[in-house]
Nanobody, 114 residues
Framework: QVQLVESGGGLVQAGGSLRLSCAASGSSVNIDRIGWFRQAPGKQRELVVTANGGSTNYAASVKGRFTISREYAKNTVYLQMNSLKPEDTAVYYC?????????WGQGTQVTVSS
């Protein structure tokens, strides 16, 4: 069993920064395999960044602005978001897979004002 808990969302002006956290727990968790997705109002959930061991893959819309990092001692994955745009407004979720199961956190709201 894996549990993911996001935090760090909030309201920020365009051009600002936020850092999201995803705290992972469970005996099966591997934080090298935790990525981030987001869902804007009225839109489908979309990939922000995936992680699989040593490789990461960013969506074109966030490449160069967002960075994923990990703190192994805390079993926590971070998403540093810089140069935020109004179109980055969404609920952000961390995600991972183990065996045949997929796990999601509850999400954290990010709102970017223009």
């Amino acid at each position: 069993q894996v549990q993911l808990v996001e935090s760090g969302g909030g309201l920020v002006q365009a051009g600002g920064s936020l850092r999201l956290s995803c705290a992972a727990s469970g005996s099966s968790v591997n934080i090298d395999r935790i990525g981030w997705f987001r869902q804007a109002p009225g839109k489908q959930r979309e990939l922000v960044v995936t992680a699989n061991g040593g490789s990461t893959n960013y969506a074109a819309s966030v490449k160069g602005r967002f960075t994923i990092s990990r703190e192994y001692a805390k079993n926590t994955v971070y998403l540093q978001m810089n140069s935020l745009k109004p179109e980055d407004t969404a609920v952000y979720y961390c995600n991972t897979n183990h065996d045949i199961y997929e796990y999601w956190g509850q999400g954290t709201q990010v709102t970017v004002s223009s």
